[in-house]
């Protein structure tokens, strides 16, 4: 029979600062281990099934002599019921891991979703604006919450307060947070049914934003006053006035021209081939360049090391204000993209080009789906036309822009009426 160790009393093991094992009685097993370093800890030495296993306590004196003696007494009786006391604390432990790794907070699941889409926004600001309604508006209610507890309430406390003031911005927000929360859900952070969800849920709760929100439309210079428009605007010196021009001429957006490239014009063929990563849409879009287009071009000067057409001296980009300001120091009532606009009106109310040719220039997204469906091509040559006819009636030569505009039509109706 193994000698019983004497029980030491708190204060004795308190003394206890020799290297090795000290038995310190009462359960039998129980060790005080001190290590060259000075540290003590408990350990409990004892047979579970055929296996001897060493068992850690704790260490001294943060656990003190009782509570390691209520330890191991505690161990010995699981091992009496069958049980592996430290097979349990390490199933314990792992259940505990795997938990924690499946919380995270609304501001963690976000941030790590804007970082597993942020390479794919191809607008840098649409990034920045993701982080800056969140953090402004979402954070503050959502931000310290378990992503799996945001519920109904938490989302209605975040967008009620704007949602009839701040419309848009509400309702991109909201988007926003449901983005986060599928997201979350996929990766198994949450469980159930989207909280942020529109459709059978929040638009049960919230107004339509279309009855809540006044559209603004870009404002636009009328038709009738573009000759005298242009007149003036080509009589102002500087390159964002020749941007402007360029893309009031080209009906496009004032991105598309403020980043464009050298590489991206064919001057023999007159076309200017923009990249799907710079349209709106995230498709290549043609332009063809009229005759007054091409003049811009041929009379800019090129830089060395510079590839943007349109470069500030430093070899940047124009500012997206740029053109405004032009605008503005012309006393305009108008905005770049308003340009659109009026190019869209001129050729539906002015022309008899055809809507799908006119939204093409645009590189507008057809709403019809048969009638997209259906468009093969561009329609390179029949925009080409257009786009003369257009420059011809900004510079004031409305007798032959307009005859050449209604010209194909009549063309056209002749060869129906012969067939």
């Not at 001429?249 to 023999?268: H, I, K, M, Q, Y």
Request: hydrophobic share 40%; proline share 4%; net charge positive.
């Amino acid at each position: 029979m193994a000698r019983k160790a004497k029980e030491l009393s708190a204060l004795e093991v308190g003394r206890l600062t020799k290297v090795g094992h000290h038995a310190v009685g009462g359960v039998a097993g129980l060790y005080l281990y001190v290590v060259e370093s000075g540290a003590r800890s408990w350990v409990l030495r004892t047979m579970v099934g055929n296996k001897r296993r060493h068992m850690g306590l704790g260490g001294f004196p943060e656990v003190p002599l009782a509570k390691a003696k209520e330890k191991a007494r505690a161990a010995k009786e699981q091992i009496d019921q069958g049980i592996d006391p430290i097979v349990q604390r390490l199933a314990i432990a792992s259940s505990l891991k795997a938990q924690q790794a499946t919380q995270k907070t609304f501001k963690q699941a976000a941030l790590a979703y804007i970082e597993a889409h942020g390479e794919g926004w191809k607008n840098p600001k649409h990034r920045a604006q993701w982080g800056a309604t969140l953090e402004t508006y979402a954070y503050p209610h959502l931000g310290d919450l378990l992503v799996q507890d945001v519920g109904q309430d938490h989302v209605l406390k975040v967008l009620e307060p704007i949602w009839k003031t701040k419309t848009e911005t509400a309702t991109r927000l909201r988007g926003r947070i449901e983005s986060v929360l599928d997201w979350a859900t996929v990766r198994k952070y949450r469980t159930g049914d989207n909280p942020a969800r529109w459709k059978g849920h929040l638009d049960k709760l919230l107004p339509a934003p279309g009855k809540i929100q006044k559209v603004e439309h870009h404002r636009a210079l009328p038709v009738a006053k573009m000759v005298e428009f242009m007149n003036a605007l080509r009589r102002r010196e500087g390159l964002a006035a020749r941007a402007l021009e360029f893309a009031i001429l080209c009906a496009s957006r004032s991105g598309e021209v403020r980043g464009a490239r050298w590489d991206e014009f064919d001057l023999d063929a007159s076309v200017w081939t923009i990249p799907a990563e710079r349209m709106k849409a995230g498709k290549e879009h043609r332009v063809p360049l009229s005759s007054f287009a091409l003049a811009i071009l041929k009379k800019l000067p090129k830089k060395a090391d510079v590839d943007l057409v349109f470069s500030t001296e430093s070899g940047k980009a124009l500012s997206d204000m740029a053109l405004t300001s032009v605008l503005r120091r012309m006393e305009v009532d108008a905005v770049p993209h308003g340009f659109r606009s009026t190019f869209r009106d001129w050729a539906g109310e002015l022309t008899n080009h055809p809507r799908d040719i006119a939204e093409q220039a645009l590189a507008h997204v057809l709403d019809n789906r048969v009638e997209a469906a259906y468009r093969r091509g561009d329609a390179l040559d029949k925009r080409r036309k257009m786009m003369q006819d257009w420059a011809e009636f900004c510079a004031g030569d409305t007798r032959r822009s307009l005859a050449g505009a209604f010209s194909d039509t009549r063309s056209t109706m002749l060869n129906i009426s012969k067939s």
